[in-house]
């Protein structure tokens, strides 16, 4: 048996091959032995689970490491977010107008209404007609794709189409 200082004080395989084990104090080998375990017959197709450490010089396994808290940060994050999106559901349903029509929405139909339908009868084309008349609504810092934008655009499309055929 070889000596290494660097296993802690224990119990190890004496190496026979037997079982028997042999104390280490941590420095060197001592006179302490214990008997082969007594093992009952195994069945056949059950594995026999291997010893943790059969030398002093076999790696010492350490202390577990720290839980994994990310684990524990995701539920209650998710949550969170589903109980945001209730609420904002649950609010927009409450304070949205019943008929879908927003501010921007009635001034694009009012922008329609007026300087839309006749571009409307001029060009024939719907969408060209809202473009011009709402040139001077739609705001420079707005884009086409804002809320405000599509509102209008929405409003003023609807319009054409209820007035434009009349």
């Known amino acids: 048996m070889t000596q290494h200082g660097n296993a802690p ?3 190890y395989d ?3 091959g037997t079982g028997a084990q042999r104390w280490w104090d941590g420095q060197r080998w001592t006179e302490h032995h214990t008997p082969p375990p007594h093992r009952p017959a195994s069945y056949p197709g059950h ?3 291997p010893a943790q450490l059969s030398s002093p010089w076999a790696s010492y ?3 577990p490491g720290p839980e994994r808290a990310r684990s524990r940060r995701i539920l209650p994050i998710a949550l969170a977010v589903v109980a945001v ?3 904002a559901f649950v609010a927009y349903s409450f304070f949205a107008p019943g008929d ?4 921007w929405y009635d001034e694009g139909y009012a922008v329609g209404r007026d300087s839309a339908v006749s571009l409307y009868t001029f060009s024939g ?4 007609a809202c473009n011009l008349a709402l040139i001077d609504k739609i705001k420079l810092g707005d884009s086409k794709r804002s809320w405000r934008a ?3 655009k929405r409003g003023c499309l609807q319009a054409v189409k209820d007035l434009g055929d009349k």
């Open 150 to 152: 599509k509102e209008l």
């Open 100 to 103: 879908g029509r927003t501010q």
């Open 47 to 49: 594995p026999v689970a």
């Open 14 to 16: 004496d190496g026979t």
């Open 9 to 11: 004080a224990g119990w």
């Open 61 to 63: 396994p350490g202390a």
């Open 125 to 128: 084309n719907a969408e060209s």
């Open 85 to 87: 999106l209730v609420v």
